[in-house]
């Protein structure tokens, strides 16, 4: 049997594609591999985006704002010592980007100006912290990411 080059083209595209193919079957039955979106309620978010930027912008408004610090205890996350610390209210959102089955949330229960996440509750490596709370019925809405 002869092959002339157009046979040879049409064989190297079937192999090419079969490969193609092969890798994306592999790629996603594979359970090595995750195809987790940041957040399982994409849209729903999306729709309440306006509220935070109003409230980070509540937050930038302030005099002095949160500061956050690593301790050898944990997180230590400060409040405005202008604000009452009994009438803070509101969560704390740990997001780790390389595993979402480590995020939590801690509500706030302040017994003075600051807020202490202990360090059993982290592992080493990177957290975006999201401070979401409220006081005198005002928003304010915090971000940072922080390497512990």
């Known amino acids: 049997m002869k092959l002339n080059w157009g046979t040879g083209i049409v064989i190297g595209f079937v192999i090419f594609i079969g490969f193609i193919m092969f890798m994306v079957v592999t790629m996603m039955t594979d359970t090595n ?51 009452k610390y009994q009438d803070i209210k509101g969560t704390v959102s740990f997001y780790r980007p390389s595993n979402k089955k480590l995020d939590f949330d801690v509500p706030i229960h302040l017994s003075s100006n600051q807020l202490l996440i202990p360090d059993k509750n982290l592992l080493e490596g990177r957290w975006d912290i999201k401070v979401d709370w409220t006081y005198e019925s005002v928003h304010y809405l915090y971000k940072d990411k922080t390497t512990y």
Not at 56 to 80: C, D, H, V, Y
């Open 33 to 83: 591999y995750n195809h987790d979106l940041v957040t399982e309620e994409y849209y729903k978010e999306e729709l309440v985006y306006q509220k935070e930027i109003d409230a980070e912008q509540n937050a930038q408004s302030l005099s002095e704002n949160i500061s956050i610090r690593n301790t050898k205890n944990g997180i230590t996350i400060t409040f405005p010592k202008k604000m």
